[in-house]
């Protein structure tokens, strides 16, 4: 696999990313370095919190609007203050595709990604194509035309739709599934409630609907549900940053491959990639020497003196982000 190293590149395709902190030099896309040693860490009840959400973070060109606060009231029933983030729909400074290869005899750059939860990620070139009866040991998959070579794919809106759904129409099965944003006006916007201050709940909860937000503006969703898909014959391709466009939630990400580790930490400690919806950080899998940390919980969080509490996000073969939530959440519509 050697995708996942691309969505590390695709970073660097960022249109500068230091707008977000108003300046904009060269174009070079070198992630902004924060310096952890300032940062103001408040304890409660013996514990270290996180300091919350750093609107600065985020990229504006990802955003509809400007990041505000409003009085919201949390999952668990806190009456306390949020930002309201409203995202334009498409990422920042990010390309957006490929997705499906157009023949059996396309090269891995010519398609993105695929990840069904086992661990492992696959470049949907031609051969993946070929190779979907062997790799899931099932006679009945076949993407393409034999005799043209050419991959089925959902070039239309009404392809899009009709695949793009639970029930995916017989029709389309033995299809790559991609959709595009030309069907949607470009993007969907969206909008997070995300607490000002994390609250922390007493045990966790677990997630369903989205995880968060990343800094470039772009919705973290659940676990894609690869059993469904499947089930039809079909692979709803991601491009190399783990995103896919769907007719209800327009481009989301369901795996973080490095696009959006925008802001990174002077002692090593792994980059910023966007924020849950219970105001946690999610940060990036590895640090700078290449480790993932070895003390993370259920939800694959940790405090450390630094940053209070936490998230790393998971490999992209997990198909997912986070494991649950820490904290209470806000909303998302």
């Known amino acids: 696999m050697n995708k996942t190293a691309t969505g590390l590149a695709r970073a660097t395709s960022l249109l500068c990313v230091l707008a977000a902190f108003g300046s904009c030099g060269d174009s070079s896309t070198t992630p902004t370095t924060v310096d952890t040693s300032s940062v103001d860490v408040e304890t409660s009840s013996g514990d270290t919190d996180a300091p919350g959400l750093d609107p600065s973070y985020f990229l504006q060109a990802g955003l509809a609007a400007p990041i505000t606060t409003e009085d919201c009231t949390l999952s668990g029933g806190t009456a306390t203050t949020c930002y309201r983030i409203e995202i334009a729909g498409t990422p920042a400074g990010s390309e957006i595709g490929p997705f499906c290869p157009p023949t059996i005899s396309s090269s891995a750059n010519e398609g993105g990604i695929w990840f069904d939860g086992g661990g492992e990620v696959y470049d949907i070139d031609g051969d993946f194509i070929v190779n979907l009866a062997s790799l899931y040991g099932d006679s009945n998959w076949l993407l393409y035309d034999p005799a043209t070579g050419n991959v089925n794919v959902t070039d239309t809106q009404v392809a899009c739709e009709a695949a793009a759904r639970p029930n995916v129409d017989p029709q389309f099965q033995n299809h790559c599934v991609e959709c595009s944003l030309d069907?949607?006006?470009?993007?969907?916007?969206?909008?997070?409630?995300?607490?000002?201050?994390?609250?922390?709940?007493?045990?966790?909860?677990?997630?369903?609907?989205?995880?968060?937000?990343?800094?470039?503006?772009?919705?973290?969703?659940?676990?894609?549900?690869?059993?469904?898909?499947?089930?039809?014959?079909?692979?709803?391709?991601?491009?190399?940053?783990?995103?896919?466009?769907?007719?209800?939630?327009?481009?989301?990400?369901?795996?973080?491959?490095?696009?959006?580790?925008?802001?990174?930490?002077?002692?090593?400690?792994?980059?910023?990639?966007?924020?849950?919806?219970?105001?946690?950080?999610?940060?990036?899998?590895?640090?700078?020497n290449g480790m993932e940390p070895g003390d993370l919980d259920v939800c694959r969080g940790h405090t450390d003196a630094t940053r209070g509490y936490h998230y790393h996000a998971a490999s992209a073969g997990e198909n997912m982000f986070i494991g649950c939530f820490r904290g209470e959440q806000g909303g998302a519509f």
């Open 183 to 288: 069907y949607y006006g470009g993007g969907t916007r969206q909008t997070f409630l995300i607490p000002t201050t994390p609250v922390s709940l007493s045990s966790p909860s677990g997630i369903r609907g989205d995880v968060g937000v990343s800094l470039n503006g772009t919705s973290l969703a659940a676990p894609a549900p690869v059993a469904a898909i499947l089930g039809a014959y079909t692979i709803a391709a991601f491009d190399d940053c783990g995103g896919h466009i769907n007719p209800n939630a327009g481009y989301h990400y369901h795996a973080a491959t490095g696009c959006t580790e925008i802001i990174t930490q002077n002692d090593g400690h792994a980059a910023v990639l966007g924020y849950a919806m219970d105001g946690y950080a999610i940060h990036g899998m590895l640090n700078g």
